[in-house]
């Protein structure tokens, strides 16, 4: 009995936010008096949660098949950096999506971790480089805490990469270079955005960006706290996506100076 009632409130309520749902832009572009009651308000409110738990209700059932590819180690690089270069430059064949964008994670000194994306601009026997503002939040938290592990997802392939190790600042020269190469308004912005900071609103960023750009016209240089980072890695993990999740990953680790691989269990 009680479920059933349930059931029929649910409708009852479903039934009445689509109403409201279809005649609110109506009423709002209309500049409704009975817009701003407090009844309405409450019923706005109420729809949207609805609607949020009706998303929410339904995600577990997203799923899919993966069944593009295989990784094995007879088919796989010795050499990570080698099977990276062949993955990165397969997902660049097949038009992914900014194939070169990837997750960075950082910890801070009270052990909290955090995450962002940026695009990797570099990558060698070195390590993976990408240049971003050292003031900002991963700067100094690689400041006090200089590892890190980055992530690459190419949805389309049903591939990911992980990497991990310790980070380092690139040199000066290495900064400069990249720093010239860059369009004109992304060398203006590196000094327009205190990045990481509260600013009172966009007007802070277009004015400042004004500002720098009337000062160094064409030739604006490298501001001191912008430059690049360069992961050194010690880890690397390689998913391919397979069926029924029994998924393919090879993980290498450093030893010695030579790259040890294994198999880990989805």
């Known amino acids: 009995m009680w ?3 349930k059931t029929a409130v649910n409708g009852r309520k479903a039934y009445i936010c689509n109403i409201f749902n279809k005649y609110a832009n109506i009423f709002y572009f209309m500049k409704s008096e009975n817009w701003q009651s407090e009844h309405v308000k409450r019923l706005h409110a109420g ?6 738990s009706q998303i929410s209700a339904h995600i577990a059932d997203l799923r899919k098949s993966y069944e593009r590819a295989e990784l094995n ?9 080698l099977q990276f270069d062949q993955w990165l430059q397969e997902a660049v064949n097949a038009q992914v999506n900014e194939p070169n964008a990837m997750t960075v994670a950082t910890v801070s000194n009270n052990l909290r971790p955090s995450t ?3 695009l990797i601009k570099g990558y060698d026997e070195r390590g993976l480089v990408w240049y971003t503002n050292y003031d900002s939040r991963k700067g100094k938290e690689l400041a006090g805490n200089p590892f890190a592990a980055l992530q690459f997802h190419w949805v389309e392939l049903e591939r990911v990469v992980r990497i991990e ?6 040199s000066d020269e290495e900064s400069d270079a990249y720093f ?11 000094w327009a955005s205190p990045q990481s900071q509260v600013i009172s609103g966009r007007g802070v960023l277009v004015a400042n960006a ?8 064409l030739n604006p240089p490298r501001p001191a706290h912008w430059g690049g980072f360069r992961l050194v890695p010690d880890r690397w993990e390689f998913w391919q ?19 040890f691989r294994e198999r880990l269990a989805p």
């Open 3 to 5: 479920l059933s009632q």
């Open 47 to 52: 729809c949207t949660i609805s609607a949020m």
């Open 73 to 81: 180690e007879d088919a796989s690089n010795s050499n990570p950096l």
């Open 116 to 118: 962002r994306i940026v």
């Open 165 to 170: 190790g310790v980070v380092e600042r690139v």
């Open 180 to 190: 010239h190469s860059r369009p004109l308004d992304s060398r203006i912005g590196a």
């Open 210 to 217: 004004a500002k720098y750009g009337a000062q160094f016209l």
């Open 241 to 259: 996506g397979r069926k029924s999740r029994l998924h393919d990953r090879l993980r290498y680790e450093a030893n010695n100076g030579e790259w």
